[in-house]
């Protein structure tokens, strides 16, 4: 069973940064894909970062020039940097993976992050 745990999330000022770090309990390089959702209170649950095995990457358009997706396969692990934090970005984010779109993905548990007006 592949576990992803993710960490990083806490309280911020708008404009500040957080790093979310994912680590999977297996190597990364086997994923066809990594993606990093979040769901705001009250709200349904969203794509934020994908990123492909092969390179590709795709920001929602709400994070774009505010995002990065990374990912550092010696230690197994996703990123999610964010800058320039607005208050609408609070929501818990989750870390996604997937081995191909026959099988069933896997989930983290969650991080919250909260950003103070």
């Known amino acids: 069973q592949v576990q992803l745990v993710e960490s990083g999330g806490g309280l911020v000022q708008a404009g500040g940064s957080l790093r979310l770090s994912c680590a999977a309990s297996?190597?990364?390089?086997?994923?066809?894909?990594m993606e990093w959702y979040r769901q705001p209170p009250g709200k349904q649950r969203e794509l934020v970062a994908t990123r492909g095995n092969g390179g590709s990457i795709y920001y929602a358009v709400s994070v774009r020039g505010r995002f990065t997706i990374s990912r550092d396969n010696a230690k197994n692990t996703v990123y999610l940097q964010m800058n320039s934090l607005k208050p609408e970005d609070t929501a818990v984010y989750y870390c996604?993976?997937?081995?191909?779109?026959?099988?069933?993905?896997?989930w983290g548990q969650g991080t919250q992050v909260t950003v103070s007006s």
């Open positions: 297996r190597s990364i390089d086997s994923f066809n894909v």
């Open positions: 996604y993976a997937s081995d191909d779109p026959n099988t069933r993905p896997y």
